[in-house]
């Protein structure tokens, strides 16, 4: 299951988020720093329309669709890497995370305390990318200290991860995301993955506006877009507060609620479909009488280990994929005619499964 934490700084709507992406108040909101004092965390379902057209279509009522798992985690402030605040602790907590979600205030609001006073988003940014930057440095040297017998020894493994801490360290010092594809070899990629970096991993900026502000953003929102842009990063506009009314509406009414914002849909959907993109995640789903499911994998995965995401056993023993895409599948209204029309095919082991494929496994025992 993917796993997103949710930082930023005391009071910028941390919390409150995470209330409504769980539709709970798990997460408890108050006006002062370190209201969160452990790692809260929640699972999402992803919104997949397609589930709910396909469950008519092969006679079920059961439709399990995929999740997200959202980590809150307390307030950072400056000196979190060397243990402000409530510090490392929480820091540990991001290291367990695929994504971070980075919650950047961008409204004004007297009644709301700033931990540093004023309001003023890229320093917010820069604030938070500094404090995981020192936290990585520090576990970087301190495994630099470690291979250090075995670098002059002429250990081939621990050459490849000293060179790959050296370029770290130096990228590490601008204090922003790292893209580590763009600046290794794949034998220091490897080495990376053991260091459960924090700056290595994807991010999206989350611009907390007011409600009045959701539709066209604000010049603290241009801001972070601006710093987005040149960093290669994601941003989504939300309005938390807005999110944990919309939980106490139906539905329809949360929808027209939006609507007369001119706001499509919810910033909870744009964020968890953000998500799923900056992680090259795709859907594809197995439907019939008992069920209709969606399964979570990653882009340009084929079809035996799409089958392994139901049980290893699917993939040990894979022969073949039925496969009928989503629109072939809803022309055709159900299994038998889209065979008959010729619209569901027999895949091998070297399918690459797409976004959307309707798909039926079959397997030796």
């Given at each position: 299951m993917l796993k997103a934490g949710i930082v930023g700084l005391p009071n910028v709507g941390k919390s409150t988020l995470f209330n409504a992406l769980t539709l709970s108040t798990n997460a408890?909101?108050?006006?002062?720093?370190?209201?969160?004092?452990?790692?809260?965390?929640?699972?999402?379902?992803?919104?997949?329309?397609?589930?709910?057209?396909?469950?008519?279509?092969?006679?079920?009522?059961?439709i399990v669709p995929t999740s997200i798992q959202f980590v809150d985690i307390a307030g950072l402030v400056k000196g979190a890497s060397k243990g402000e605040?409530?510090?490392?602790?929480?820091?540990?907590?991001?290291r367990e995370c695929d994504a971070i979600i980075q919650v950047v205030r961008c409204f004004d609001d007297t009644n709301i305390i700033h931990v540093e006073g004023k309001i003023n988003p890229i320093d917010d940014i820069e604030t938070i990318n500094t404090e995981l930057a020192l936290a990585d440095i520090t576990s970087l040297e301190n495994i630099q200290k470690r291979i250090l017998k075995q670098v002059k020894a002429g250990d081939k493994e621990a050459n490849i991860e000293n060179t790959a801490i050296e370029k770290l360290l130096k990228l590490l010092e601008k204090g922003t995301f790292i893209n580590i594809n763009e600046n290794f070899t794949e034998d220091e990629l490897k080495a990376i993955k053991h260091f459960h970096l924090l700056m290595?991993?994807?991010?999206?900026?989350?611009?907390?506006?007011?409600?009045?502000?959701?539709?066209?953003?604000?010049?603290?929102?241009?801001?972070?877009?601006?710093?987005?842009k040149s960093h290669?990063?994601?941003?989504?506009?939300?309005?938390?507060?807005?999110?944990?009314?919309?939980?106490?509406?139906?539905?329809?009414e949360a929808k027209n609620y939006l609507k007369e914002l001119g706001v499509e849909s919810s910033g909870i959907e744009k964020m968890i479909k953000s998500a799923y993109d900056l992680l090259n995640l795709r859907t594809y789903i197995t439907a019939g009488e008992k069920e209709v499911k969606a399964w979570t994998i990653t882009k340009g995965m084929k079809a035996?280990?799409?089958?392994?995401?139901?049980?290893?056993?699917?993939?040990?023993?894979?022969?073949?994929?039925?496969?009928?895409?989503?629109?072939?599948?809803?022309?055709?209204?159900?299994?038998?005619?889209?065979?008959?029309?010729?619209l569901a095919r027999l895949e091998g082991k070297d399918y690459i499964v797409q976004d959307g494929d309707i798909m039926l496994f079959r397997f030796a025992n």
């Amino acid at each position: 299951m993917l796993k997103a934490g949710i930082v930023g700084l005391p009071n910028v709507g941390k919390s409150t988020l995470f209330n409504a992406l769980t539709l709970s108040t798990n997460a408890q909101s108050a006006n002062y720093p370190f209201c969160t004092i452990e790692p809260n965390v929640g699972v999402v379902i992803v919104p997949d329309e397609r589930l709910n057209v396909l469950a008519p279509l092969v006679k079920t009522t059961q439709i399990v669709p995929t999740s997200i798992q959202f980590v809150d985690i307390a307030g950072l402030v400056k000196g979190a890497s060397k243990g402000e605040g409530l510090g490392n602790q929480f820091l540990a907590n991001i290291r367990e995370c695929d994504a971070i979600i980075q919650v950047v205030r961008c409204f004004d609001d007297t009644n709301i305390i700033h931990v540093e006073g004023k309001i003023n988003p890229i320093d917010d940014i820069e604030t938070i990318n500094t404090e995981l930057a020192l936290a990585d440095i520090t576990s970087l040297e301190n495994i630099q200290k470690r291979i250090l017998k075995q670098v002059k020894a002429g250990d081939k493994e621990a050459n490849i991860e000293n060179t790959a801490i050296e370029k770290l360290l130096k990228l590490l010092e601008k204090g922003t995301f790292i893209n580590i594809n763009e600046n290794f070899t794949e034998d220091e990629l490897k080495a990376i993955k053991h260091f459960h970096l924090l700056m290595t991993k994807p991010v999206i900026y989350c611009a907390n506006v007011s409600e009045g502000e959701l539709k066209d953003g604000n010049e603290y929102v241009k801001q972070v877009e601006e710093y987005a842009k040149s960093h290669n990063a994601i941003v989504v506009k939300i309005c938390a507060e807005l999110e944990s009314q919309l939980v106490e509406l139906g539905e329809e009414e949360a929808k027209n609620y939006l609507k007369e914002l001119g706001v499509e849909s919810s910033g909870i959907e744009k964020m968890i479909k953000s998500a799923y993109d900056l992680l090259n995640l795709r859907t594809y789903i197995t439907a019939g009488e008992k069920e209709v499911k969606a399964w979570t994998i990653t882009k340009g995965m084929k079809a035996p280990q799409a089958a392994g995401v139901i049980h290893t056993d699917f993939e040990k023993g894979f022969i073949r994929a039925e496969v009928v895409s989503y629109d072939d599948f809803i022309a055709s209204g159900s299994w038998a005619a889209a065979r008959d029309k010729g619209l569901a095919r027999l895949e091998g082991k070297d399918y690459i499964v797409q976004d959307g494929d309707i798909m039926l496994f079959r397997f030796a025992n």
